[in-house]
Protein backbone atom coordinates (compact mmCIF):
# COMPACT_ATOMS: atom_id res chain seq x y z
CA UNK A 1 0.00 0.00 0.00
CA UNK A 2 1.07 3.70 -0.77
CA UNK A 3 -0.02 7.10 0.22
CA UNK A 4 0.74 9.86 -1.95
CA UNK A 5 0.74 13.20 -0.79
CA UNK A 6 0.17 15.76 -3.68
CA UNK A 7 0.60 19.48 -3.18
CA UNK A 8 -1.75 21.30 -5.32
CA UNK A 9 -1.52 24.88 -7.32
CA UNK A 10 -3.41 26.65 -4.63
CA UNK A 11 -1.42 25.08 -1.89
CA UNK A 12 -3.37 22.33 -0.76
CA UNK A 13 -2.59 18.87 0.27
CA UNK A 14 -4.50 16.42 -1.37
CA UNK A 15 -3.47 12.81 0.01
CA UNK A 16 -4.20 9.19 -2.24
CA UNK A 17 -4.20 6.06 -1.53
CA UNK A 18 -2.71 3.25 -4.15
CA UNK A 19 -2.55 -0.73 -3.18
CA UNK A 20 -0.19 -1.96 -5.33
CA UNK A 21 0.52 -6.25 -5.78
CA UNK A 22 3.63 -7.75 -6.28
CA UNK A 23 4.06 -8.80 -9.97
CA UNK A 24 3.40 -12.29 -8.87
CA UNK A 25 -0.02 -11.60 -7.97
CA UNK A 26 -0.94 -9.45 -10.72
CA UNK A 27 -4.16 -11.25 -12.55
CA UNK A 28 -3.08 -12.48 -15.84
CA UNK A 29 -5.58 -11.71 -18.87
CA UNK A 30 -3.69 -13.68 -20.81
CA UNK A 31 -4.18 -16.73 -18.07
CA UNK A 32 -7.81 -16.52 -17.55
CA UNK A 33 -8.46 -16.27 -21.75
CA UNK A 34 -6.29 -19.83 -22.11
CA UNK A 35 -8.64 -21.64 -19.24
CA UNK A 36 -11.41 -20.45 -21.00
CA UNK A 37 -10.49 -21.71 -24.23
CA UNK A 38 -9.51 -25.05 -22.90
CA UNK A 39 -12.81 -25.23 -20.95
CA UNK A 40 -15.13 -23.67 -23.47
CA UNK A 41 -15.27 -27.17 -26.13
CA UNK A 42 -15.74 -29.80 -23.11
CA UNK A 43 -18.60 -27.71 -21.10
CA UNK A 44 -20.18 -27.90 -24.80
CA UNK A 45 -19.31 -31.39 -25.43
CA UNK A 46 -20.10 -32.05 -22.11
CA UNK A 47 -24.13 -32.42 -22.29
CA UNK A 48 -23.30 -34.84 -25.62
CA UNK A 49 -21.05 -37.33 -24.09
CA UNK A 50 -23.43 -37.69 -21.03
CA UNK A 51 -26.54 -38.95 -23.37
CA UNK A 52 -23.99 -41.06 -25.57
CA UNK A 53 -22.31 -42.67 -22.50
CA UNK A 54 -26.11 -43.72 -21.07
CA UNK A 55 -27.80 -44.16 -24.17
CA UNK A 56 -24.90 -45.81 -26.52
CA UNK A 57 -21.75 -46.92 -24.15
CA UNK A 58 -23.77 -47.93 -21.21
CA UNK A 59 -26.19 -50.50 -23.29
CA UNK A 60 -22.99 -51.17 -25.34
CA UNK A 61 -21.13 -52.67 -22.47
CA UNK A 62 -23.95 -54.16 -20.45
CA UNK A 63 -25.14 -56.22 -23.49
CA UNK A 64 -21.62 -57.41 -23.79
CA UNK A 65 -21.35 -58.46 -20.18
CA UNK A 66 -24.71 -59.72 -20.17
CA UNK A 67 -24.53 -62.15 -22.91
CA UNK A 68 -21.77 -64.10 -20.53
CA UNK A 69 -24.89 -65.29 -18.22
CA UNK A 70 -28.22 -66.91 -18.68
CA UNK A 71 -31.21 -64.95 -17.29
CA UNK A 72 -34.80 -64.69 -17.63
CA UNK A 73 -35.01 -61.76 -17.26
CA UNK A 74 -36.79 -61.92 -13.08
CA UNK A 75 -34.47 -64.21 -11.52
CA UNK A 76 -30.53 -64.37 -10.75
CA UNK A 77 -28.17 -64.27 -13.28
CA UNK A 78 -25.73 -67.45 -13.70
CA UNK A 79 -22.51 -67.18 -15.24
CA UNK A 80 -21.87 -69.75 -18.47
CA UNK A 81 -18.91 -68.21 -19.82
CA UNK A 82 -19.20 -68.27 -23.99
CA UNK A 83 -21.49 -71.03 -23.53
CA UNK A 84 -24.10 -68.48 -24.78
CA UNK A 85 -21.92 -67.85 -28.25
CA UNK A 86 -21.47 -71.45 -28.67
CA UNK A 87 -24.86 -72.61 -28.38
CA UNK A 88 -25.06 -69.41 -30.91
CA UNK A 89 -22.36 -70.70 -33.83
CA UNK A 90 -24.22 -74.27 -33.34
CA UNK A 91 -27.56 -72.88 -34.37
CA UNK A 92 -28.80 -73.76 -37.92
CA UNK A 93 -31.71 -70.37 -37.00
CA UNK A 94 -28.57 -68.05 -36.61
CA UNK A 95 -26.98 -68.85 -39.97
CA UNK A 96 -30.34 -68.60 -41.32
CA UNK A 97 -30.57 -64.90 -39.81
CA UNK A 98 -27.05 -64.33 -40.97
CA UNK A 99 -27.39 -65.55 -44.17
CA UNK A 100 -30.74 -62.90 -44.80
CA UNK A 101 -28.68 -60.43 -43.63
CA UNK A 102 -26.25 -60.73 -45.60
CA UNK A 103 -28.97 -60.71 -48.85
CA UNK A 104 -30.59 -57.08 -47.27
CA UNK A 105 -26.73 -55.50 -47.33
CA UNK A 106 -26.25 -57.23 -50.82
CA UNK A 107 -29.77 -56.01 -51.90
CA UNK A 108 -30.08 -52.65 -50.33
CA UNK A 109 -27.04 -51.28 -51.39
CA UNK A 110 -29.03 -50.26 -54.46
CA UNK A 111 -30.69 -47.93 -52.62
CA UNK A 112 -28.10 -45.18 -52.78
CA UNK A 113 -27.46 -45.61 -57.50
CA UNK A 114 -31.61 -45.71 -57.40
CA UNK A 115 -31.76 -42.45 -55.25
CA UNK A 116 -29.34 -40.76 -57.49
CA UNK A 117 -30.87 -41.67 -60.56
CA UNK A 118 -34.36 -40.33 -59.00
CA UNK A 119 -32.76 -36.91 -57.85
CA UNK A 120 -31.16 -36.61 -61.35
CA UNK A 121 -33.95 -37.01 -62.93
CA UNK A 122 -36.08 -34.77 -60.10
CA UNK A 123 -33.60 -31.69 -60.53
CA UNK A 124 -35.25 -30.39 -63.54
CA UNK A 125 -36.88 -27.21 -64.37
CA UNK A 126 -40.22 -28.76 -65.52
CA UNK A 127 -43.54 -27.87 -65.09
CA UNK A 128 -45.35 -30.04 -62.21
CA UNK A 129 -42.09 -31.37 -60.96
CA UNK A 130 -42.56 -30.40 -57.47
CA UNK A 131 -46.03 -32.73 -57.67
CA UNK A 132 -43.81 -35.33 -59.20
CA UNK A 133 -41.04 -34.37 -56.01
CA UNK A 134 -43.97 -35.02 -53.49
CA UNK A 135 -44.59 -38.18 -54.52
CA UNK A 136 -41.22 -39.37 -54.31
CA UNK A 137 -41.22 -38.05 -50.81
CA UNK A 138 -44.03 -39.81 -49.60
CA UNK A 139 -42.36 -43.20 -48.63
CA UNK A 140 -39.52 -41.54 -46.39
CA UNK A 141 -42.67 -39.80 -44.28
CA UNK A 142 -44.57 -42.76 -43.64
CA UNK A 143 -43.72 -45.30 -40.99
CA UNK A 144 -41.95 -48.62 -41.55
CA UNK A 145 -44.83 -49.93 -39.93
CA UNK A 146 -46.97 -48.74 -42.43
CA UNK A 147 -44.96 -49.76 -45.03
CA UNK A 148 -44.93 -53.36 -43.96
CA UNK A 149 -48.66 -53.13 -43.84
CA UNK A 150 -49.02 -51.45 -47.67
CA UNK A 151 -46.73 -54.07 -48.86
CA UNK A 152 -48.37 -57.21 -46.74
CA UNK A 153 -51.47 -55.85 -48.56
CA UNK A 154 -49.22 -56.04 -51.75
CA UNK A 155 -48.66 -59.25 -51.83
CA UNK A 156 -51.70 -60.78 -50.89
CA UNK A 157 -52.30 -63.96 -53.36
CA UNK A 158 -56.12 -62.83 -53.54
CA UNK A 159 -56.42 -59.25 -53.77
CA UNK A 160 -53.52 -57.76 -53.93
CA UNK A 161 -51.99 -55.91 -56.73
CA UNK A 162 -48.64 -57.41 -57.35
CA UNK A 163 -50.95 -61.14 -57.93
CA UNK A 164 -53.48 -59.39 -60.25
CA UNK A 165 -50.52 -57.52 -62.33
CA UNK A 166 -48.99 -60.89 -62.76
CA UNK A 167 -51.90 -62.78 -63.47
CA UNK A 168 -52.91 -60.01 -65.88
CA UNK A 169 -49.55 -61.55 -67.92
CA UNK A 170 -50.77 -65.42 -67.55
CA UNK A 171 -48.70 -66.31 -64.65
CA UNK A 172 -50.21 -68.05 -61.46
CA UNK A 173 -50.71 -65.99 -58.18
CA UNK A 174 -47.82 -66.25 -55.69
CA UNK A 175 -47.90 -66.28 -52.06
CA UNK A 176 -44.64 -64.48 -51.62
CA UNK A 177 -44.34 -64.45 -47.64
CA UNK A 178 -45.68 -67.68 -47.49
CA UNK A 179 -42.95 -69.33 -49.76
CA UNK A 180 -39.74 -69.85 -47.97
CA UNK A 181 -37.71 -68.81 -51.25
CA UNK A 182 -39.41 -65.63 -51.74
CA UNK A 183 -40.17 -64.08 -48.54
CA UNK A 184 -36.85 -62.52 -48.04
CA UNK A 185 -36.84 -61.02 -51.36
CA UNK A 186 -40.54 -59.76 -51.12
CA UNK A 187 -39.40 -58.09 -47.48
CA UNK A 188 -36.35 -56.47 -49.11
CA UNK A 189 -38.22 -55.16 -51.71
CA UNK A 190 -40.95 -53.22 -49.21
CA UNK A 191 -37.64 -51.90 -47.31
CA UNK A 192 -35.91 -50.46 -50.81
CA UNK A 193 -38.48 -48.52 -51.07
CA UNK A 194 -38.21 -46.11 -48.47
CA UNK A 195 -34.47 -46.08 -48.44
CA UNK A 196 -34.54 -45.01 -51.84
CA UNK A 197 -36.44 -42.15 -50.67
CA UNK A 198 -33.96 -41.04 -48.25
CA UNK A 199 -30.99 -41.17 -50.20
CA UNK A 200 -32.67 -39.21 -52.77
CA UNK A 201 -33.45 -36.37 -50.24
CA UNK A 202 -29.31 -36.57 -49.56
CA UNK A 203 -28.39 -36.44 -53.60
CA UNK A 204 -31.06 -33.34 -54.00
CA UNK A 205 -29.29 -31.92 -51.11
CA UNK A 206 -26.44 -32.20 -52.53
CA UNK A 207 -27.28 -31.19 -56.20
CA UNK A 208 -28.49 -28.17 -55.02
CA UNK A 209 -25.42 -27.14 -53.33
CA UNK A 210 -23.08 -27.61 -56.63
CA UNK A 211 -20.54 -25.28 -57.38
CA UNK A 212 -22.07 -23.21 -60.25
CA UNK A 213 -18.13 -22.15 -61.33
CA UNK A 214 -16.90 -25.77 -61.66
CA UNK A 215 -20.05 -26.63 -63.58
CA UNK A 216 -19.54 -23.86 -66.08
CA UNK A 217 -15.94 -24.43 -66.38
CA UNK A 218 -16.59 -28.26 -67.54
CA UNK A 219 -19.03 -26.82 -70.14
CA UNK A 220 -16.67 -24.27 -71.69
CA UNK A 221 -14.28 -27.34 -71.70
CA UNK A 222 -16.90 -29.23 -73.86
CA UNK A 223 -17.85 -31.63 -71.36
CA UNK A 224 -20.94 -33.95 -72.05
CA UNK A 225 -23.50 -35.53 -69.72
CA UNK A 226 -21.71 -38.81 -69.10
CA UNK A 227 -18.33 -36.74 -68.32
CA UNK A 228 -19.94 -34.02 -66.01
CA UNK A 229 -21.71 -36.59 -64.19
CA UNK A 230 -18.75 -38.73 -63.73
CA UNK A 231 -16.03 -36.20 -63.12
CA UNK A 232 -17.84 -33.22 -61.63
CA UNK A 233 -21.09 -34.30 -59.96
CA UNK A 234 -20.26 -36.72 -58.44
CA UNK A 235 -17.00 -35.62 -56.41
CA UNK A 236 -18.98 -33.23 -55.40
CA UNK A 237 -21.45 -35.45 -54.15
CA UNK A 238 -19.14 -37.26 -52.14
CA UNK A 239 -20.54 -36.04 -48.68
CA UNK A 240 -23.71 -37.06 -49.85
CA UNK A 241 -22.83 -40.86 -50.91
CA UNK A 242 -20.61 -41.73 -47.37
CA UNK A 243 -23.83 -40.49 -45.53
CA UNK A 244 -26.42 -42.56 -47.85
CA UNK A 245 -23.83 -45.64 -47.88
CA UNK A 246 -23.57 -45.53 -44.10
CA UNK A 247 -27.25 -45.10 -43.35
CA UNK A 248 -28.41 -48.04 -45.58
CA UNK A 249 -25.37 -50.44 -44.13
CA UNK A 250 -27.45 -49.94 -40.99
CA UNK A 251 -30.46 -49.85 -41.88
CA UNK A 252 -30.00 -53.63 -44.06
CA UNK A 253 -28.61 -54.71 -40.56
CA UNK A 254 -31.36 -53.83 -38.15
CA UNK A 255 -34.06 -54.25 -40.35
CA UNK A 256 -36.31 -55.50 -37.54
CA UNK A 257 -39.62 -53.89 -37.99
CA UNK A 258 -40.33 -54.77 -41.34
CA UNK A 259 -39.53 -58.50 -40.75
CA UNK A 260 -42.24 -57.97 -37.25
CA UNK A 261 -44.80 -56.17 -39.63
CA UNK A 262 -45.02 -58.67 -42.25
CA UNK A 263 -44.09 -61.96 -41.47
CA UNK A 264 -42.98 -62.33 -37.37
CA UNK A 265 -39.80 -64.10 -38.97
CA UNK A 266 -41.80 -66.59 -40.93
CA UNK A 267 -42.46 -69.19 -42.68
CA UNK A 268 -40.36 -71.59 -39.97
CA UNK A 269 -37.78 -68.89 -39.26
CA UNK A 270 -37.05 -68.40 -42.66
CA UNK A 271 -37.41 -64.82 -42.96
CA UNK A 272 -35.57 -64.19 -39.69
CA UNK A 273 -32.79 -61.40 -39.27
CA UNK A 274 -30.46 -61.18 -36.84
CA UNK A 275 -31.98 -58.31 -35.02
CA UNK A 276 -35.37 -59.99 -35.11
CA UNK A 277 -33.82 -63.56 -33.78
CA UNK A 278 -32.54 -61.12 -30.70
CA UNK A 279 -35.58 -59.53 -30.04
CA UNK A 280 -37.54 -63.11 -29.98
CA UNK A 281 -34.76 -64.72 -28.20
CA UNK A 282 -34.93 -61.83 -25.75
CA UNK A 283 -38.64 -60.95 -25.08
CA UNK A 284 -40.42 -64.11 -26.16
CA UNK A 285 -37.88 -67.24 -25.14
CA UNK A 286 -36.91 -65.15 -21.70
CA UNK A 287 -33.08 -65.81 -22.38
CA UNK A 288 -31.73 -62.12 -22.17
CA UNK A 289 -28.12 -63.89 -22.10
CA UNK A 290 -28.67 -65.71 -25.49
CA UNK A 291 -29.95 -62.32 -27.17
CA UNK A 292 -27.22 -60.27 -25.92
CA UNK A 293 -25.02 -62.81 -27.49
CA UNK A 294 -27.01 -61.91 -30.89
CA UNK A 295 -27.12 -58.42 -30.11
CA UNK A 296 -23.19 -58.55 -29.72
CA UNK A 297 -21.98 -60.61 -33.07
CA UNK A 298 -24.91 -58.02 -34.68
CA UNK A 299 -22.64 -55.07 -33.31
CA UNK A 300 -19.37 -56.53 -34.10
CA UNK A 301 -20.55 -57.04 -37.87
CA UNK A 302 -22.09 -53.38 -38.42
CA UNK A 303 -18.47 -52.48 -36.73
CA UNK A 304 -16.60 -54.26 -39.24
CA UNK A 305 -18.25 -53.00 -42.06
CA UNK A 306 -18.45 -49.32 -41.78
CA UNK A 307 -15.14 -49.47 -40.38
CA UNK A 308 -13.77 -50.89 -43.92
CA UNK A 309 -15.53 -48.75 -45.79
CA UNK A 310 -14.53 -45.74 -43.92
CA UNK A 311 -10.92 -46.68 -44.44
CA UNK A 312 -12.17 -46.71 -48.21
CA UNK A 313 -13.47 -43.75 -48.03
CA UNK A 314 -10.92 -42.24 -46.67
CA UNK A 315 -8.22 -44.17 -48.27
CA UNK A 316 -9.58 -42.41 -51.68
CA UNK A 317 -9.61 -38.89 -50.62
CA UNK A 318 -5.92 -39.44 -49.70
Do not use: H
Amino acid sequence: MMIIVQVSKLGKVECSVKTTYPKSRLPSVRKKRRISAKLSPWLFLAPAMIIFSVYVLYPILSSISLSFYNWDGMGEKTWVGFGNYVELFDSDAFYTSLKNNLLWLIFYMLAPPLGLLIALFLNQQVKGIRIVKSLFFFPFVISQVVVGLVFAWFYDPSFGLFNIAIGALGFEPVAILANEDYVTFGIIAAGLWPQIAYCMILYMTGLNNLDAEQLEAARLDGAKRLKMLWYVVLPQLRPATFIAIVVTIIGALRSFDLVATMTAGGPWGSSSVLAYQMYEESIFNYRMGYGAAVSVVLFLIMDVYIAYFLWRMLRREK
